[in-house]
């Protein structure tokens, strides 16, 4: 059964300094993986995406992340935090028929 | 292009109460999910919808139903409603072929209390 850990509930970084939020998770099949984030009283919004081919994936805000099979993990970094980058991070895997399941998500706060 | 939206997006009932959430599935996409996202956690999936029947779900009991309409809109009902049915539901849509699915689009959800 598929499944969707991220090491730490809460991350805080200081305004400008690396984000890493770190994703692994356990697939029967070649998985298809997704970053999800989402503002306080709002849905979920696509950050990136990895379905095949190259493993680090450029996404929108200036996300990355890198899909290490060695591994089975999908961290999402970005260079230089924003404090409009405060929010709540998902992590994700799709299924064999399209069910998609989340991790418990990583709450990031950006010190100014 | 519109988006993923839903209605009402807050809802308060009373525990035995029923209620209908409603999604419209963004322009061109053929499949519609349900999760429900309690507070604190992670979104898990209620069940999900193609062409018109239920096509997977999740461990949520018989009183959570759903419809999907021949416009790929969509409706969550809930029946007798319990106490920890407070959650915010979010419907996400995408298009599905013979070939693959693709990504969900998530819409803003429905905040839902029961008192």
Known sequence: AQSVTQLGSHVSVSEGAL??????????????????????????????????GATLVKGINGFEAEFKKSET???????SAHMSDAAEYFCAVKTSYDKVIFGPGTSLSVIP | ETGVTQSPTHLIKTRGQQVTLRCSSQSGHNTVSWYQQALGQGPQFIFQYYREEENGRGNFPPRFSGLQFPNYSSELNVNALELDDSALYLCASSFRSLQRTDTQYFGPGTRLTVL
């Open chain 1, 73 to 79: 993990s999908f961290h999402l970094t970005k260079p």
């Open chain 1, 19 to 52: 984000v890493l939020l770190r994703c692994n998770y356990s697939s029967s099949v070649p998985p298809y993986l997704f970053w999800y984030v989402q503002y306080p009283n709002q849905g979920l919004q696509l950050l990136l995406k990895y379905t095949t």
